[in-house]
Nanobody
Framework: EVQLVESGGGLVQPGGSLRLSCAAS????????MSWVRQAPGKGLEWVSG????????SYTDSVKGRFTVSRGDARNTVFLQMNRLEPEDTAVYYC???????????????WGQGTQVTVST
């Protein structure tokens, strides 16, 4: 059974930090690109950050560059999102997303976690 289990969300004041974790099981983690996607209240899904299966190409949406850092620990089948200098606009449910692309670059398999709530507020 494929599972992506996020943890680390919570309530934090503006300027604070949180570290999200996503533990993966049921598939070959090292073959998959991993991403974090968020959904703010009343809004659609927004891609936040991603890292390729080799771990050498992290990428970020502009609004989090310089504040968030994505990393992966393939030995533990885990991907992390370190979030610093959090802002109220970062409030959202954060989802972990795994994607496998075949040799032609086509998406072949993908999986979603259940999400973890991040609330940035005084």
């Amino acid at each position: 059974e494929v599972q992506l289990v996020e943890s680390g969300g919570g309530l934090v004041q503006p300027g604070g930090s949180l570290r999200l974790s996503c533990a993966a099981s049921g598939f070959t983690f090292g073959y998959y690109a991993m991403s974090w996607v968020r959904q703010a209240p009343g809004k659609g899904l927004e891609w936040v950050s991603g890292i390729n299966n080799g771990g050498e190409r992290p990428s970020y949406t502009d609004s989090v560059k310089g504040r968030f850092t994505v990393s992966r620990g393939d030995a533990r089948n885990t991907v992390f999102l370190q979030m610093n200098r959090l802002e109220p606009e970062d409030t959202a449910v954060y989802y972990c997303y795994a994607a496998y692309y075949n040799q032609h670059g086509d998406l072949q398999y993908d999986y979603w976690g259940q999400g973890t709530q991040v609330t940035v507020s005084t």
